[in-house]
Nanobody, 121 residues
Framework: EVQLVESGGGLVQAGGSLRLSCAAS????????IGWFRQAPGKEREGVSC????????YYADSVKGRFTISSDNAKNTVYLQMNSLKPEDTAVYYC??????????????WGQGTQVTVSS
């Protein structure tokens, strides 16, 4: 019933931009926070950003502050991650997830299948 579907990943040159989308269904979108996480080969999953759908509060990992921007369109049940000034170290599978509150901890209730982002130098 609960589904989160990521899209917008791809291959981009260092310094370029991508916009990821997370389309949610099967739950009351306004009652949840949506987070973006990423996992590179051989590394643990890390929190990137999250947004509270109720009040719009946002949080960012230090590694992406000033480069990434999270936003939500509640009417479309969709959350976006605008990624600018991309670096090769941003290469990872990016996941969106839903939870009752906004935080960068990895134990969210629901998860999407992920979308690959590859940044070349």
């Amino acid at each position: 019933e609960v589904q989160l579907v990521e899209s917008g990943g791809g291959l981009v040159q260092a310094g370029g931009s991508l916009r990821l989308s997370c389309a949610a269904s099967g739950f009351t979108f306004d009652d949840y926070a949506i987070g973006w996480f990423r996992q590179a080969p051989g590394k643990e999953r890390e929190g990137v950003s999250c947004i509270s759908s109720s009040d719009g509060s946002t949080y960012y990992a230090d590694s992406v502050k000033g480069r990434f921007t999270i936003s939500s369109d509640n009417a479309k049940n969709t959350v976006y991650l605008q990624m600018n000034s991309l670096k090769p170290e941003d290469t990872a599978v990016y996941y969106c997830a839903a939870d009752s509150s906004c935080g960068l901890y990895p134990w969210y209730d629901y998860w999407g299948q992920g979308t690959q982002v590859t940044v070349s130098s």
